[in-house]
Structure formats: structure tokens, C-alpha cells
């Protein structure tokens, strides 16, 4: 008995040590990495990196393939080709879907295949070795991330606050103030990086505070690129002491220089850090008061940027006018951080080291706090307290002792309902049995005994073969014809795209859209089927089987092996058993004119425009003419104007330190108003919409952002019944559809549950596990209007429009219609006048 646990180890040992072993043969496959960073999400796609070594004399062509179920049953092997040199390890990245797992832990020991050909002349030549691979057996720890959790991805290793998103305090298993979680990752190196965008994609922000851009090989800069493009937040934290990214000499070489500030950057060797305070903590005081640090402060130039600031050290205000008064020889009002749109996604640049900040622990939960300093920058919303006050606010039983109500939303079955194909699959398949019944009672007993009631049983078998070649006859000519049929498809798309103004845009830079959609196609006949996304309006995409997260997959008795190329992410051959077949589709590109043209300002002579009036409380307006070519009218139209005045930095309350003011606040404040319809073609004046009666003031509670997110989105929840899409019974009408699609696209954004018992009775947390690449809140940290709408099949008013996406199946346009979310980001100028924030 006591030996026994020493058998259970060492039993475990040799399974790893099997798992990654490599069959006999000439290439030995080792799995060094599973997932970004070492983290990975089951039913996302993830990234591997294997290490190729051959046995064989001379270079060798080798086709190295990862094998994975796919959602209809077989098995998609995702491939690429490398050439291995003698003696040399080869290292390749590869991608593909992992299917979905019952829980984290499942997921780690999920075990699939890796198998490397001789490729010649293009085709697979002998198999030269293989390898059975698991997450918990590769070279680089491995972690499994929920999927109800976020993720950000630090390309270095410094701790810099961000522990505060994803550390509960003790004894609870959820953020009480956040909606979400999010985890990090970090000790990421510029190689760990992968050489496709694909391989970020489960990142929402990636922070760089360590390393050398210039380390980057060109596949991975290429990669981070069209990441960000895509909707990534990307920050870059500039060192004390160096400048790698020559963002203060403007003069460095390497692959992001082209998108590097052009603003003036003035270093201060020594500015004390208390003085930095109120932009990076909710405390007064720290414990080296006279602690200081280098700091590269930014300042606009005089021509307009596509640069606004984001970091702003608060000020006092003039109560006459609302603008600043820096005080003499302080660093009131001074731009610590910048922040650029680049594709749908963010660049920020900041000239604070809170790598080094952190690593100084002048705070007990370290600088700079989560709350005050990293929810405007990722664009993400709730309260920080650190486990000391969560600790004290629990002895003092003033935590809300009511569990939240979860309403959870973003499953598959938002999707998958929306998308089924399952009505025609099944006219089809009791079509066929209809007819193979007819057949066996013709042919058998019915026929049998009509020719008995004449007594004419001796022609039975002639019977038999007559039914026989026409039912045969009649089969093959249905079966020809359900063939011929184009098909046709179902879809949910959301479309994202920033429309810069004119003298903001770049004279070669091509406005794209940025889609994410969701396909059911009915793929009539058998055989392979390829389905593409035409590439001549297309900057970069990807297509992928899709399944609903909740769904574990299944594989057929003899599955189809279908290759896979990852150098062609755009085209993914199906085997068509003449049934339906999900995807789900990644596209950047430019949206053809025949389908409809977007929200766009259309009158060159009334631009959009934002006014600031100076007072007391300052008065804002938007003017400007904006329309639409689409083909129907757009539906549940939301207009959301992001204005250039903060809101106040949170801080701990005079009356109660315990308390945290304001909670949960939105970075600036914003208006938002709800159109019913809007026709193709019908100018809006935003005045007229936003601010009918001229300027209004930003605290005025009628049309306020924060106060609409919380009446629209929270407010319908605060019961006892909560909400799971998953549940049995669950129906989403389509108003439901359109709302929750709403709440994934400003997810980050929507209210923090409330932990207090001072602050509600009743809280609300949201859950989402789905469409994370949709949340736009990023954006609600800097100036701009965001335009939505829907054209959706089931509002009388409007209509199904095709997919915007230009997929082809076997060459084909599908016929169908479906739902289609649209975002447009219309960026405006930030008046720094306004932007700093008041002091505390």
C-alpha cells in the first residue's frame, strides 16, 4: 500500500513520456508549445509549435500534419510543408480548431495525432513519423483557460497591476466587482510569438513591456499586425531607461515604425512618483514618499494626428469654465499615454515603465492599480479593491450577500438557433424514407397482395424487378437532381468599420471591414465541397468549421481525412454527405458595392463635427449628416456619441475608505439614443438625434451613456430568474437576439455587478463564452460616434440580407439570407482641454 503512490507517479510519468513519443521512423516530432503563450481556450483555434528533427543525409521536404476532429464528423489535418536539414531542429507552428471539452481539466489531457510525410512533387510521399501530443505533456507548461474568462498576453514578465483582473479574492471563485475574469499570460519572448494573426486571436490585449520589436522575425510581426487590424488592442510600454521603439528619436527601423507617434516626446529623468499618484492609484500616499522614476511625457503636434491621448494626469479645474489650471512646476495635465485606431483594433503607446513601477512595491498590491490606470487603456470596466478591503468589507458583513443573477448570453445556441438548417436536412431525409417505404411495400407485401386479389401471384417477381428499376430509376434521377441544386445557406454576420475623417486618412489606406459570420450551409450532393472566401476583396481571413461551445463532437465509424493547408486559411474542403455544415469565418476586406454601402458621413459639406462649451460642467454637440446604401432598412438603429470629457478617476471615498468613488465609472462620459428604423439612402442629422435642443450637458442624466447601458442592458435582469441560453425549453426571439448581440459588441463596457450592500440588493453579473472578437468597448475610451443597426429577416421593416462576405462553395453563390449586425466607428478629435481629468 504505501508503494502505491510512487507506481501511480511513476505510471504517469511513462503515459507523458508516451504521449509525445515519436513512432519509428526517419523525423522525430517533439511538441514544444500548446497554445499562445502557453495558454489556450478548448474549442478555440490554437497554435502549436512542434520541433522537426530527421535521421535522414541530405534536406528533406516534409509535410507535417496536426490531426483534429472536426464539427461534421471527420478528420481535418491541419498541414504545412518545411524543409528539415540533417542534425538541425526544425521548428513549426501549426493551427487548428481543438474540438470542445467538457471542462478545463479534460481539455489538458485531450490527446491527438501528429504525422510528417515526404512531400515530392507536390504530392505526400512514405510517412516518415508521428507523434501522439497532449497539452500537459508539452515542453512549455501549458494552461487551459475558461472559456467564460478573458485573456491578455504579456510579452514579457512583469507583473505591472494586472493581477487584479483575474485573481478572486480568497474564498471566492469570481471577481465580485467584474463581470468576467480575464487571465494572463506572460513571460512570452518576441519568438514565442506566431507566425500567423490566427494565434493571437485568443488574446483580446497584448501588453509588450519587454524585448526589442527588431527580435520579431517577419512571419510574427506580419501576424501581430493583421491582429491588431482585426480588433486587437495592442500596448506597447516604453522602457525608463531606452527607447527600443524609437518612439522618442523617431528614427528606429523595424516593422511597426511606420505606425509609431508622431508626437513630440519629452523624457524627465526624475519625476516623483507620488506626483503620478492620482493616474495610477486610488491611494494618497505611498510607502517611500520621495521614490521617483524616469518618465516620457507626450505633447500633440500642431497638424492633425491620428493619435489621441488616453492617460491624462489629473488637474485642478477652473469652476467659471471647466478647463484646466495646472499648477506652476507640477505635472498637471501632462499626456503619459497615446493611443491610435489602426484596421478596427488599437495601438496604445505609453511613456510610464509600470513594469518597473510594479517591481518598486511601493503599495502593498503594487502600481499601478487596475481600476484607475488599466480600464481606459483595454478598454474594460469595474472595480479593483484589493484583498484586504474585500477582506474587511466581509468581516463587516457589507458585501451583498445575495448571489448575482447570471445572465449569460453568449453560448452557441444565440448562433446556432439563428443559423439551423436542421427543417430542410429533414425534409430530405424523410423524403428518402418515404420512398424506400413505398419501394419495400410495392415490391413486397402490398404489391404481393394486390396480385393475389387477382390471382395473378405468378407475376410476382416480375413486379418485384419492374418496381425495382423504377424506384432504382427514379432514385438515381432524385439524387442527380437534389446535385444539380445550388444549395443554400443561412448566416449571422456582424460587420465592424471605422470610417476616419479625411484628413485623418492616409492617402494608401483602403477602408476596410472587418466581419465575423456565422454560416449554415445546406451542401446538396456528395463528395468534397470547397468553400472559399474570394480573395480580391480580401485583405486577410480565415474560415473554420464551427460548432456550438456547448457541443462536444463526434466523429463518423470512417472518417474522411480532409487536408488542411494552413498557407490557404481562406479555403477548407468539406466531405458532403448532402446534409448542412456550420462555419464560422474571420475576413477583413472591402465590402462590395452591389451588396449595399455602410453608414458613412455623406455630405462633404456637413462633416461630423463636436463642439465643446466651456462652463462649469461642460456642454457638448454633434453635428454632421450621415446615410446608408444598404438593401433594406436598418432596424434598432443605436447612435453612441463617446465625448472628449473624462469622467473623474476613481478614488477612495473621504467619508469611507473602504469605498470606492466613483464605481465602475466609464471612462468619458457619452450620449446614446435609439432609432426604430433607418431607410437606405435618408440623410440623419446627428444633431438632431443626439442633441435636439443644441449643446447639453455631459452630467445630464436623460440620454446619458452610463445611465442608457444600465436601463437597457442591466436594469431587465436585476430578479431572481436570471437567464441561460443553454437551459432546456430557452426560446430567443429575435428582439432577444438583436439585444444580446448588442451586449457582446459593448461587453467589456456593460455595468460591473455590484458587491456592496450600499450599492445594490440585487446584483446582475453577465457570462459570455462566444463572439469575443465582436466587443468594440475599447472604443469607448476616446472620441467617436458608433453607428449600429440590424437587417434582419424577421423585422417586417427590414429584410435578410445575403452574407456580405464574398463566399463561394465549389465556385457557387449560395442563395439565403440571414441577420446582420452593423458597426460603424466614425473617430473624432480629442480636445485635451477637456480630456484631462479632474483632480481628486
Known amino acids: 500500500m ?12 511513462a503515459v507523458l513520456t508516451a504521449l509525445t513519443a515519436t513512432a519509428p521512423g526517419q523525423v522525430t516530432i517533439t511538441l514544444d508549445q500548446f497554445g499562445a503563450g502557453g495558454c489556450f481556450r478548448s474549442g478555440d483555434v490554437v497554435p502549436i509549435l512542434l520541433s522537426l528533427q530527421t535521421a535522414t543525409q541530405e534536406p528533406v521536404s516534409v509535410e507535417v500534419a496536426w490531426e483534429l476532429p472536426n464539427n461534421n464528423g471527420d478528420v481535418a489535418q491541419h498541414s504545412r510543408v518545411v524543409v ?11 493551427y487548428g480548431r481543438v474540438p470542445n471539452s467538457p471542462d478545463e481539466s479534460s481539455a489538458m489531457e485531450s490527446i491527438s495525432t501528429v504525422r510528417a510525410w515526404e512531400q515530392k512533387d507536390g504530392r505526400r510521399g512514405a510517412e516518415l513519423g508521428s507523434a501522439r501530443i497532449a497539452p500537459n505533456a508539452a515542453g512549455k507548461p501549458a ?40 487571465q494572463i499570460a506572460r513571460g512570452i519572448t518576441p519568438q514565442d510569438i506566431p507566425d500567423r494573426w490566427e494565434g493571437l486571436s485568443c488574446f483580446s490585449a497584448i501588453i509588450w513591456s519587454e524585448g526589442s520589436p527588431q527580435s520579431l522575425s517577419p512571419d510574427a510581426a506580419r501576424a501581430l499586425r493583421e491582429w491588431i487590424s482585426l480588433g486587437g488592442v495592442f500596448v506597447i510600454v516604453l522602457p525608463e531607461r531606452s527607447d527600443p521603439w524609437g518612439v522618442a528619436a523617431q528614427a528606429a527601423t523595424h516593422a511597426f515604425s511606420d505606425l509609431m507617434p508622431d508626437w513630440k516626446v519629452e523624457r524627465t529623468e526624475e519625476i516623483r512618483i507620488v506626483e503620478l499618484l492620482p493616474a495610477i492609484s ?56 497615446i493611443t491610435r485606431p489602426f484596421g478596427a483594433g488599437r495601438i496604445t503607446v505609453l511613456g510610464l515603465d509600470v513594469n518597473a513601477l510594479h517591481r518598486r512595491a511601493l503599495l502593498p498590491g503594487g502600481l499601478p492599480e487596475a481600476d484607475v490606470f488599466w480600464n481606459p487603456i483595454l478598454g474594460v470596466r469595474g472595480d479593483s479593491p484589493t484583498a484586504e478591503t474585500f477582506r474587511q468589507l466581509e468581516e463587516q458583513k457589507r458585501l451583498v450577500e445575495k448571489q448575482p443573477t447570471i445572465v449569460e448570453f453568449g453560448r452557441g445556441n444565440l448562433v446556432s438557433s439563428a443559423i439551423s438548417m436542421a427543417g430542410e436536412v429533414t425534409v430530405g431525409l424523410l423524403a428518402a424514407f418515404l420512398l424506400f417505404s413505398s419501394y419495400w411495400i410495392i415490391a413486397g407485401p402490398g404489391g404481393f397482395y394486390v396480385l393475389r386479389l387477382f390471382h395473378r401471384e405468378r407475376y410476382a417477381w416480375l ?34 468599420a471605422v470610417r476616419l475623417p479625411a484628413d485623418r486618412q492616409r492617402a494608401d489606406d483602403i477602408p476596410l471591414v472587418r466581419a465575423t459570420a456565422w454560416v449554415s450551409a445546406l451542401i446538396t450532393g456528395y463528395g468534397r465541397t470547397t468553400v472559399e472566401i474570394e480573395t480580391d476583396a480580401t485583405r486577410t481571413g480565415r474560415i473554420e468549421g464551427w460548432e456550438s461551445p456547448s457541443e462536444v463532437p463526434s466523429t463518423f465509424p470512417n472518417p474522411a481525412r480532409i487536408p488542411q493547408p494552413i498557407d490557404t486559411p481562406m479555403r477548407l474542403d468539406v466531405a458532403a454527405r448532402g ?27 456637413r462633416p461630423l463635427v463636436q463642439t465643446v462649451v466651456a462652463g462649469p460642467c461642460p456642454k457638448v454637440s454633434l453635428s454632421g449628416i450621415i446615410s446608408h446604401s444598404l438593401p433594406f432598412p436598418l432596424t434598432q438603429v443605436g447612435l453612441l456619441h463617446i465625448t472628449p470629457v473624462r469622467t473623474a478617476l476613481p478614488g477612495l471615498s473621504p467619508i469611507d475608505p473602504l469605498m470606492i468613488e466613483p464605481s465602475g465609472e466609464l471612462p468619458s462620459f457619452g450620449r446614446y439614443v435609439m432609432l426604430p428604423t433607418w431607410d437606405p439612402n435618408t440623410p440623419i442629422e446627428i444633431a438632431q438625434q443626439l442633441y435636439p435642443g443644441g449643446s447639453i450637458a455631459v452630467d445630464e442624466r436623460e440620454g446619458d451613456l452610463a445611465r442608457a447601458l444600465r436601463l437597457r442592458y442591466q436594469q431587465p435582469w436585476a430578479s431572481d430568474r436570471g437567464f441561460r441560453l443553454e437551459q432546456q425549453g430557452v426560446l430567443i426571439s429575435p428582439e432577444q437576439r438583436r439585444t444580446f448581440l448588442e ?61 456580405p462576405v464574398p463566399l463561394r462553395f465549389d465556385g457557387r453563390t449560395l442563395p439565403g439570407s440571414g441577420l446582420t449586425f452593423v458597426r460603424v466607428v466614425f473617430p473624432l478629435p480629442t480636445d485635451d482641454r477637456f480630456a484631462i481629468p479632474p483632480s481628486r
Open 282 to 337: 486610488k491611494m494618497a500616499g505611498i510607502s517611500n514618499q520621495k521614490a521617483g522614476m524616469p518618465v516620457a511625457f507626450f505633447e500633440a503636434p500642431s497638424t492633425a494626428s491620428v493619435w489621441n491621448s488616453i492617460v491624462v494626469l489629473p488637474a485642478p479645474k477652473v469652476a467659471s469654465t471647466g478647463f484646466a489650471a495646472p499648477r506652476k512646476g507640477s505635472v498637471d495635465g501632462k499626456i503619459i499615454g
Open 2 to 13: 504505501l508503494r502505491q503512490p510512487h507506481s501511480l507517479i511513476a505510471l504517469a510519468a
Open 463 to 496: 413486379l418485384f424487378v419492374i418496381a425495382a428499376a423504377a424506384f432504382g430509376g427514379g432514385t438515381l434521377a432524385w439524387g442527380t437532381l437534389q446535385e444539380s441544386r445550388r444549395g443554400s445557406m443561412q448566416h449571422v454576420t456582424v460587420l465592424t
Open 143 to 182: 494552461r487551459c483557460v475558461s472559456r467564460l474568462s478573458g485573456l491578455i498576453g504579456i510579452i514579457g514578465s512583469g507583473r505591472m497591476g494586472l493581477d487584479a483582473l483575474g485573481t478572486p479574492p480568497p474564498g471566492m471563485t469570481e471577481m465580485p466587482s467584474r463581470n468576467e475574469t480575464t
Open 579 to 605: 446534409t448542412s455544415a456550420s462555419f464560422e469565418v474571420q475576413w477583413l476586406g472591402s465590402i462590395s458595392k452591389e451588396w449595399g454601402e455602410l453608414p458613412r458621413a455623406s455630405d462633404p459639406a
Open 743 to 803: 451586449m457582446l459588441g459593448v461587453f467589456s463596457a456593460l455595468p460591473p455587478p455590484g458587491y456592496t450592500a450600499a450599492t445594490t440588493t440585487n446584483p446582475v453579473r453577465f457570462e459570455r463564452m462566444l463572439a469575443r472578437d465582436i466587443d468594440v468597448s475599447h472604443w469607448l475610451s476616446t472620441p467617436c460616434l458608433i453607428v449600429t443597426g440590424f437587417l434582419d429577416p424577421s423585422d417586417p421593416a427590414s429584410g435578410g440580407a445575403t452574407c
Open 84 to 94: 528539415c536539414d540533417p542534425g538541425q531542429p526544425r521548428r513549426v507552428w501549426l
